[in-house]
């Protein structure tokens, strides 16, 4: 049973930057390697929405409120997936997950990390 755990979330203030990380633990490279890892975010009283995904080959995509301040990478052979966030705004506060769509089609969930934006 493939297991994602993130890392990386905290507080920060508006202007900075983090970078968070998913390991997809019990998962063999033939699993990991053609999936879709994606992160994704809920803020308070909001419903959960993807901010950031990028598949086997390489296509990344991203939702428009991030665009040209995060980056989502990924490396194979260490079985991780990367979000950089750059220039934090308070609206990107919330619990970001990470979600792993596998060849056959099924959905793995992080438990996620929290990330707060406040001065």
């Known amino acids: 049973q493939v297991q994602l755990v993130e890392s990386g979330g905290g507080l920060v203030q508006p202007g900075e930057s983090l970078r968070l990380s998913c390991k997809a633990t019990?998962?063999?490279?033939?699993?990991?390697?053609?999936?879709?890892m994606s992160w994704y975010r809920q803020a308070p009283g909001m419903q959960r929405e993807l901010v950031a995904a990028i598949t086997g080959g390489g296509i990344t995509n991203s939702a428009d409120s991030v665009k040209d301040r995060f980056t989502i990478s990924r490396d194979n052979a260490r079985k991780m997936v990367y979000l950089q966030m750059n220039s934090l705004k308070p609206e990107d506060t919330g619990v970001y997950y990470c979600?792993?769509?596998?060849?056959?089609?099924?959905?793995?969930w992080g438990q996620g990390t929290q990330v707060t934006v406040s001065s």
């Open positions: 019990r998962a063999i490279s033939s699993t990991f390697n053609p999936s879709t």
């Open positions: 979600a792993m769509k596998a060849s056959w089609g099924t959905d793995y």
